[in-house]
């Protein structure tokens, strides 16, 4: 839980207890919806968490959740080790109690079970078997006492909300068994003699085995959470600051802002900050996916989680507590894994109305072996009606998107890729353009000067001077490359003045009386600059990947500054990964049409727009989807904002450590383009395993109900057990958890 305060929009985690099935998670969605406040409410069946977005208090959303029969308490964020150390204790208290109750359940119906096989028929037929019966039917009341008793509550519970759940069904076709076979026994006249047959053995055998399917589930379904637990145990416990010239340890939650914190090798980063002296490399493989070790030293950033390899650093700490990236990476991941895509949500609706047509189908299953069964029509009408009720419980239908989800959101954390919700996990698997931003996402984005041709200045020192001085003012990175090869010559930069950025064309400023223009071809045609033979030239800078850029003085220009930004190592192949999925990439930059077929021939891309303005960028996203493909925008997530929001999934390319985290649909941790390809690879095995799940759980669910209801009968004789519905049904749960861990083996493939 992040904040509590009514006024604060914000999102907030409860632990949801009681609830048994898909069904239940509808009717808590709704009721927390239904609360003044409240704007959006996300249950992970799973994870029996809910997050729950709106400015609300947490009382209010305790309450509204006991209202329709449900308990609830708050997860707090703000310590999230000990939250999820909390979590797991229940858990596995939950596990041991589970275990037991089974224990109890089994210690009765094995025996039964064998007897019944052995012996033969359990019949009620003279006064001693009455009294024998008797006590096996108290006993088995103890274990729907003690092993069961939360199912009868959970049933009672959803009775008064005027609902039905799992523990409805589970309730009604043990109950249905328990108090036929106890007529049996008290009045057995009431009965026919073919039909007095006693069915405690199933009720305990039931109750047996669906608490041990639940307690596999519980125990397989820890393992989806294992990529949160190796997130916060990226946390250090404490930190080594500098106070009063002397080194304290405290721990980490008593970082301040400024604070001066000393890491030694072998060490991690506790919180982010800027190097102030020192010098070392870095491991930030655990965070972005990237294996080789990053060189730090002064006025570089640190991000906390990660590994200090080799020197002593000090750093001034610029983010603390729940503000740190790893932090909000935490926070981030536990929001997606908390959400649904939209198939998930389908299988929410289809879940609502299940339970209550299964009640349906197992009276009417009933009424039909009363109606036109053999005799004893009295007790096949009990065995069918008790057999629909178990085997059709939701169960495996409700974990069935969550379990994949919680997994496949993990699994791409791990490879440094943030998925921001179940929508964009979905949508990613669906891509049919990639619409890739040039500079600094195929391109390095650290470009650096490579020609200067002088038109009317007299030398290159000058011109750089000049050149640097005006782009001092901005943060573009040519405009950067620009002022460090200046700076690296020791060339002193001048003060300028009415400095203007123009989108789309290039910096105008004054400097020294002199008015200076700096950027493209359109800036020097709008501002009559005479480009002479010049225009060649550039044209030739501009095959060879680089990028021409005019500088004019008072109305004349004096030279053309060339710089180039080298593709990344990896990104001709990631591209290639992308394009043998069948997935049109195409380039947008706003750099000259020379040096983009430069570097989009260099990439492998056949498709791109030059010239492009930011403004443009969404136009051409749009167009795109126009013509009915799915698109993903990659761009660093600030000036390809507008792009970025409109495509289908918008994937912000950088280290993750600042706004990126927050601005796109998925964020690359690690700058290579490779991330695309596993994001939208491991977006395709989890909607994969999704689908299996789903089809799995429903096609059981729906087929196991005609074979429950006797369908066989007539043409085998071959009567579905109650016994045997309550181990399928348990075993569903389980092959849908086992079958979601199998994408944490998945692995994509860099070729």
Not at 47 to 61: F, H
Not at 71 to 99: Q, R, T, V
Request: net charge negative; with cysteine; glycine share 8%.
């Amino acid at each position: 839980m992040t904040v509590t305060n009514p006024e604060t929009e914000s999102t907030q985690q409860l632990i949801i207890e009681g609830a048994g099935c898909a069904s239940c998670v509808g009717k808590i969605e709704r009721a927390l919806k239904a609360t003044q406040g409240v704007d959006s409410a996300e249950m992970n069946f799973a994870d029996r968490t809910v997050s729950v977005t709106g400015s609300v208090t947490a009382e209010a959303l305790v309450k509204a959740v006991e209202s329709v029969g449900y308990n609830a308490k708050p997860l707090d964020d703000s310590g999230a080790i000990d939250a999820l150390s909390e979590k797991e204790e229940a858990d596995w208290a939950y596990y041991k109690k589970l275990m037991r109750d089974m224990t109890i359940a089994l210690s009765l119906g094995v025996p039964l079970m064998i007897y019944s096989i052995v012996v033969g028929e359990m019949t009620v037929e003279s006064n001693l078997e009455r009294l024998s019966w008797l006590i096996v039917g108290v006993l088995t009341f103890g274990v729907m006492y003690f092993s069961g008793k939360h199912f009868y509550l959970g049933a009672w519970k959803s009775l008064k909300n005027h609902s039905a759940n799992m523990d409805t069904l589970i309730a009604l076709g043990t109950g249905t068994a328990w108090l036929y076979s106890m007529v049996v026994v008290f009045i057995p006249d009431a009965v026919p003699l073919m039909a007095r047959h006693v069915y405690f053995e199933a009720t305990a055998m039931i109750i047996g085995l669906i608490n041990l399917g639940l307690a596999l589930e519980i125990k397989a379904r820890g393992k989806t959470s294992e990529a949160i637990k190796r997130l916060i145990g990226l946390q250090a416990k404490t930190a080594t600051v500098v106070r009063d010239s002397k080194d304290v340890q405290i721990a980490i939650e008593q970082v301040l802002l400024n604070d001066v914190v000393k890491v030694k090798p072998g060490e991690k980063i506790p919180v982010d900050g800027i190097v102030v002296d020192g010098h070392s490399s870095i491991d930030e493989s655990m965070l972005t996916g990237e294996p080789m070790p990053v060189e730090k030293s002064e006025q570089d950033e640190v991000v906390a989680g990660t590994l200090n390899k080799s020197g002593l650093l000090l750093f001034k700490a610029t983010r603390v507590g729940k503000d740190t990236a790893l932090a909000r990476i935490i926070n981030m991941v536990k929001r997606a894994q908390n959400s649904k895509p939209p198939i998930g949500r389908l299988a929410d609706v289809i879940a609502a109305y299940f339970v209550p047509v299964v009640m349906i189908i197992s009276i009417l299953s009933a009424l039909a072996w009363l109606n036109f069964g053999p005799e004893p029509a009295i007790a096949f009408a009990v065995v069918s009606a008790t057999t629909v009720l178990i085997i059709a419980c939701p169960c495996a239908l409700g974990l069935a998107t969550p379990m994949s989800v919680m997994v496949g959101v993990g699994k791409a954390a791990e490879a440094g890729v943030l998925i921001r919700n179940g929508e964009a996990l979905q949508a990613a698997s669906k891509i049919t353009a990639m619409v890739l931003d040039k500079t600094g996402t195929i391109t390095e984005g650290a470009p650096s000067v490579t020609d200067i041709v002088l038109a009317n200045a007299s030398d290159e020192q000058s011109v750089l001077q000049l050149a640097a001085s005006l782009e001092s003012g901005s943060e573009h990175p040519l405009a950067q490359a620009i002022v460090e090869s200046a700076l690296a010559q020791n060339i002193e930069l001048f003060n300028i003045e009415s400095f203007n950025a123009i989108t789309g064309y290039g910096v105008e400023a004054k400097c020294d009386e002199k008015a200076l223009l700096f950027g493209n071809d359109k800036l020097m045609k709008r501002e009559n600059i005479e480009l002479t033979d010049f225009t060649e030239q550039a044209q030739s800078l501009a095959k060879e990947a680089k990028t021409p850029m005019y500088f004019a003085v008072d109305g004349e220009l004096a030279a053309i500054i060339a710089v180039a930004d080298p593709i990344k190592s990896d990104s001709i192949s990631a591209i290639k990964r992308l394009q043998a999925n069948n997935i049109r990439v195409i380039m947008l930059t706003g750099d000259n049409r020379e040096t983009a077929a430069a570097v989009a021939k260099k990439a492998g891309i056949r498709e791109f727009y030059a010239e492009v303005l930011p403004e443009d960028k969404a136009n051409k996203v749009q167009a795109l989807q126009d013509n009915n493909e799915i698109v993903g925008m990659t761009g660093d997530g600030i000036n390809d904002a507008p792009a970025l929001a409109l495509a289908d999934v918008g994937f912000a390319i950088g280290t993750g450590t600042d706004v990126a985290i927050e601005s796109a649909d998925i964020t690359l941790m690690r700058g290579s383009l490779h991330g695309l390809a596993d994001a939208i690879a491991v977006s395709k095995a989890t909607l994969r395993n999704i689908k299996q799940n789903l089809f799995g759980a429903f096609v059981y669910n729906v087929a196991g109900i005609p074979f429950a209801a006797g369908v066989l009968y007539p043409f085998f004789g071959i009567l579905l057990s109650p016994v045997i519905a309550g181990a399928a049904m348990a075993f569903s749960s389980l092959t849908v958890v086992s079958n979601a861990n199998r994408l944490r083996l998945f692995k994509a493939k860099e070729h």
